[in-house]
């Protein structure tokens, strides 16, 4: 894979995008983001599993039910347009068809998200008019401004893109989302079946049900494994976009080509949700927590997911503070099998504990494995084979500075 220097959505063929601001935030910062694919791409997209949700993922899922292909993805930020009852709906549908219509496309080939405040109803007039201002100011390199639009508490935007060979064709993949607060999704590809809102193109011709397979093991790494604050959202969404436009034969699961595309789509995911966690809402440093010997994969994870949504491990990494005790605690009461005289506890290259005991170590040595911006600590629980990794940061004085005065 080869990294491309400012890639965004609009880097693959056959993509334009952009941001405008409509005024649903007070700040008058940009708020809705159009990106557009110029033919009707395959899609394949991902839904949080909360019980609650926005009127968005509702009308999203149904559109994934219904079809295998859009061409548009429209995004407001600053409103979830959640648990606002059936005139969300209303106003979801509405901002589909009316996209369409200025985009002269199908209302059922656009997919629709929000983001921000929930609970109050959409200003639809400031919607529509913020709509039209986006499809007027499509480009070719507006990814980057649509990757602006859709953030909320986000203090950068997020966007990457990567390209690769297959055959001698030039396959480019594209990626954006946002995301700094209320981020522990949990996400499933099952038509049926944020906020973390994230958005990938692709110029690629993949077959439909392999581009689902393949979002679906890569959200299950990428954003799946990653929490700030331990809160699902409403609104959590991923979707990618595949316009076939490189003109390389179809990939289909099972091949070659299928294996170098999951490895490009999974690069660029985890990347994203790496952003994501880098950008937490008042986060100072960055968490990456391994949890290995664990029984299955699923004990793994549950464990790691304890210890990163943990508030006395998280207040203890803002400290500095090497107090290990706490990872351990956490681990025993997370619901997992787990060895006591087969612990092994590691931040970076130095062991604090080894076969349940405490190792010797020099303070200082102990107190700088933690007190730096990016922390790497390992937990073998000493009962199997099974390992999980999940990104997470420290909690803040500023997070809570910020969700104290969110709605005010």
């Not at 929000?114 to 919607?127: A, F």
Request: hydrophobic fraction near 45%; charge should be negative.
């Amino acid at each position: 894979m080869n990294p491309i220097a400012n890639g965004s959505v609009t880097t693959p063929a056959g993509f334009t995008a952009t941001g405008v601001s409509c005024n649903i935030k007070q700040s008058g910062n940009p708020d809705l983001a159009v990106i557009l694919s110029s033919t009707p791409a395959t899609i394949a997209a991902a839904f949080t599993i909360n019980k609650i949700v926005a009127a968005p993922v509702v009308l999203g899922r149904e559109l994934i039910a219904r079809q295998s292909t859009a061409q548009a993805i429209l995004v407001n930020s600053g409103n979830a347009n959640a648990c606002t009852g059936q005139q969300g709906i209303v106003d979801a549908t509405a901002m589909a068809d009316y996209a369409a219509a200025a985009l002269d496309i199908a209302a059922t080939d656009v997919l629709v998200s929000s983001t921000g405040l929930i609970g109050e109803p959409l200003p639809m007039d400031k919607v529509l008019a913020g709509i039209d201002a986006a499809v007027a100011g499509l480009t070719d390199d507006g990814g980057e401004a649509a990757a602006t639009a859709i953030m909320t508490t986000d203090t950068v935007p997020k966007s990457i893109a990567v390209s690769f060979d297959l055959d001698g064709i030039r396959i480019s993949i594209g990626g954006t989302a946002k995301g700094a607060g209320m981020i522990a999704p949990h996400m499933v590809t099952a038509a049926p079946h944020a906020t973390m809102l994230a958005y990938l193109t692709t110029d690629a011709d993949v077959e439909a049900s392999f581009l689902r397979t393949c979002l679906g093991r890569a959200v299950q790494v990428s954003f799946n494994a990653i929490t700030i604050d331990g809160d699902m959202s409403t609104n959590d969404t991923v979707a990618i976009l595949a316009n076939g436009l490189a003109g390389n034969p179809g990939i289909v699961d099972g091949s070659v080509a299928a294996d170098q595309f999951q490895a490009a789509v999974t690069h660029i995911c985890t990347e994203l949700a790496k952003m994501i966690v880098r950008d937490g809402e008042g986060a100072t440093r960055f968490v990456e927590l391994t949890v290995t010997g664990a029984a299955n994969e699923n004990e793994a994870r549950q464990c790691a997911g304890a210890i990163a949504n943990s508030a006395l491990c998280k207040t203890a990494w803002f400290g500095g503070d090497p107090n290990w005790g706490r990872i351990l605690a956490t681990a025993g009461r997370a619901g997992v099998q787990i060895n006591p005289s087969g612990v092994m506890l590691r931040f970076g290259d130095l062991t604090v504990l080894d076969g349940g005991t405490p190792q010797p170590q020099n303070r200082a040595a102990l107190a700088a494995a933690v007190d730096k911006p990016e922390i790497d600590i390992v937990l073998d629980l000493g009962v199997g084979d099974a390992k999980a990794t999940v990104w997470t940061c420290d909690l803040t004085y500023d997070y809570i500075k910020i969700n104290a005065e969110y709605h005010t």
